[in-house]
T-cell receptor
Framework: TQLLEQSPQFLSIQEGENLTVYCNSS?????LQWYRQEPGEGPVLLVT?????EVKKLKRLTFQFGDARKDSSLHITAAQPGDTGLYLC???????????FGKGTKLSVIP | GAGVSQSPSNKVTEKGKDVELRCDPI?????LYWYRQRLGQGLEFLIY????????KSGLPSDRFSAERTGESVSTLTIQRTQQEDSAVYLC??????????????FGPGTRLTVL
């Protein structure tokens, strides 16, 4: 069974601060996705990373896939209140249609 | 184009009653997934449909849970004899591709089920 552990579970920061969220596993994934979920809504895909060592940037968000494709990180620069939400990572095994989701990091950005 | 829609958005039921949850995927998406999300938890896979293939039911927690899909369109998730531990948000997702690397899933808003 593939498991993804996310840390921290909760994060409360002031507007303008930087933060990093981690997603770790002992399993290798062929791809890893990050989603953001706001209250009362379904998760929305932010990015997919597929190559070990890959770095993708989405405005103030930087995503990195570990060299061994077992872990990933999400770094947010100068956090804004609009970044508030639940951040979920999800990994896909080779040739598998199933995504394994982490439990998420609940981020609160205080104005 | 419309996204994934789910109905009802909220459902309150009494223990022991049956409930039916509906999902309308994005048109043209052949793959459809149901997940359960308990409060403070991640997403728990329930069932997967791909075209006319037999569904993968490996995530269904008990035989009280079942799901159907008509072709590549609407899906319904049925929970019989609901229990309080069934209370959760039930999310539906659809995707164009069914295999790993580019399996980008688009989620509906979910149905919040409360069993009293």
């Amino acid at each position: 069974t593939q498991l993804l552990e996310q840390s921290p579970q909760f994060l409360s920061i002031q507007e303008g601060e930087n933060l990093t969220v981690y997603c770790n596993s002992s399993s290798v994934f062929s791809s890893l996705q990050w989603y953001r979920q706001e209250p009362g809504e379904g998760p929305v895909l932010l990015v997919t990373v597929v190559t070990g060592g890959e770095v993708k940037k989405l405005k103030r968000l930087t995503f990195q896939f570990g060299d061994a494709r077992k872990d990933s990180s999400l770094h947010i620069t100068a956090a804004q209140p609009g970044d508030t939400g639940l951040y979920l990572c999800a990994g896909a095994g080779a040739g598998s249609y199933q995504l394994t989701f982490g439990k998420g990091t609940k981020l609160s950005v205080i104005p | 184009g419309a996204g994934v829609s789910q109905s009802p958005s909220n459902k309150v039921t009494e223990k022991g009653k049956d409930v039916e949850l509906r999902c309308d995927p994005i048109s043209g998406h052949t793959a459809l997934y149901w997940y359960r999300q308990r409060l403070g938890q991640g997403l728990e896979f329930l069932i997967y449909f791909q075209g006319n293939s037999a569904p993968d039911k490996s995530g269904l927690p008990s035989d009280r849970f079942s799901a159907e899909r008509t072709g590549e369109s609407v899906s319904t998730l049925t929970i019989q004899r609901t229990q309080q531990e069934d209370s959760a948000v039930y999310l539906c997702a659809s995707s164009l591709a069914s295999s790993g690397r580019y399996n980008e899933q688009f989620f509906g808003p979910g149905t919040r089920l409360t069993v009293l």
